[in-house]
C-alpha cells in the first residue's frame, strides 16, 4: 500500500509540516495582514512576508454543495465553503468532507484534515486538505 | 464621442456543423449590412472570443474572419478576457476610434462551447481554488447563500429572474429558451449548486454577434445611430476579508461608469447585464444602483425589472435564456 507521505499534495506549500497538520500562508508583520496561499509579497505594502501558522479550525461564512458532474476525479455530490479561520483574522475557500456533503451551515464549527482526494492536474491521485465537523462538536 | 451604426448577430443555439469564423462571418456580415457600409469602411477589427485557444488551439481566429471576408491591411486584436471578452473587445474599439486610430471599427464576438465533455469553467487550471474544488456556479452560489443568511433573499426570489427572463425571450427569436417557466418549474429542476437550479444557470451556446462602431463624425448620418456615453473596463483582487455580498469590483465600475457619464442610477430606462446565474443578475441590481443593498431579491420579485417595471433588465433575455461562454450542467 502507498504511504500518504508518498502522494502529491495538489499545491505545495499550504499545510504546515509536523504531526498535527495545520493550514500555512503569509503574514506581513508591517500591515498585521494574513493571506492565503502565501503570496510572493505582500499585497498591500509589496514588503516581504513570513510563512505563519493558520491553525486547523474555522467557521463557515458560505457553503454550497456541488451536484453535477465533478471536476478533478472529486466525488458527487461535494460542498465547498469560505471559512473564517479561528486562529487568525482571515476568510479562506475551502473543500469539504465529501462525505459529509449538503450537511454543513453558516456559523458550523470544522476543522482541517488532509487525505487522498480526487486528481491534480497530472491526473494522478494526490492529497487534499479539506474541513470537516468538529469531532468534539459532532455529538 | 464613439457611436453604434450597426448591428448583427445569429440565434444563439447549438451549431455544431459551423466553425467559429462562420457563424463570425454571418454576423460581421449582418452588422455591414445593418450599418449600410462596405467592408472597405472598416479600420479595426476587435475579435472575441474566450474558450478557442483552449479548446481548439486557435488563437488568431480573427485574422482567419477577416482574412475569409477579403479585409485586409488593417489591425486585428484577438481578445481573450475570459467573461468579459466580448464587452473588452467593444471597450478596446472605442478607444480606438476615440484616440483618432480609426474612424469604423469592427466588434465580433463568436463563441462554440457545445463540445463533448466541456464541463464546468472554472478561473485557471493551476489556481488553488479551482484545484480545491471552486467552480464558477459555485463562486455565485456561495455569495447567494451569504446573501440569503444576511438579507433575506429568498430562492423564491432568485427564481423570479428566470421566470422574468423567459418571458422576455419569448420576445426574442434570437434567444434559445423561449418557453415560459413558473417559479415552481424553476424552483422543481434538478439542483447544480445549492441554491441554483438548472434553469438558473445560463446554458452553454454556439453563437455570435457583430457591432459597427463609429466616430461622431461618420455616424452624424444615422438617424438611429446609438451614442456610447461611457464605457468602463475595471479589475479587483482577493479582498482580504472576502465580502460576498458586496462585490466590491461591481460597485467600482457602475460608479465610474456613471461619473463618466455624467448620470446615476435614477436616469436609468433599461439596463443589460451579465446573468450567468439568477444571483449574479441581483448583485448587478445593487451594484448598479437600482435598489438598496441586500434588497435586489424584492426588486426583481416585485416585477420592478420585468418589461413594463421601474427598470427593465435584460429584455434580450440575457444569458439565462440565450446562452454563453459559461457554466452549464450537463
Ligand atoms: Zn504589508
Redesign the interface.
Known sequence: MTEQHDIPLVYDNILTPGPEVHLQGGYCPSCDLYHFPQQDRCTECLGTVNTTDLGNKAVIHSVTTIRTRAPLGLPSPYSVAYLDLKHVPLRVFSLMDPAEAGQYSIGQEVELQVAPLGLNNNKEICLRPYFRTCANSAE | MVAIIGTGIIPFGHHLERSIVAMASEATLAALKDANISRETIGACYFANALGGMLFGDTTIGQNLTAGLGIKNIPVVNVENACTSGSSAYYLARLAILAGECEVALVVGSEKMCVPDF??L?SG??E????????V??SF??????HM?DYGTTEEQMAAVTVKSRAHAALNPNAQFRKKESLEDVLNG??????FTRSQCCPIADGAAALILASDEFAAKYYRAITIEASVLTSG??D???D?THWETDYHAADLAYEKAGISAKDIDLVECHDAFTFSEILHYEALGLCEEGQGGKFVADGHASLGGRTPVNVSGGLLSEGTPSPP??
Do not use: C, K
Open positions: 464541463g464546468l472554472n487550471t493551476t488553488l481554488d479551482t484545484l480545491l474544488g471552486m467552480v456556479p459555485a452560489a456561495l455569495r447567494a447563500q451569504r443568511h434538478p439542483m447544480i449548486a445549492d441554491p483582487i482577493y482580504n476579508q472576502a460576498l450542467p450537463e
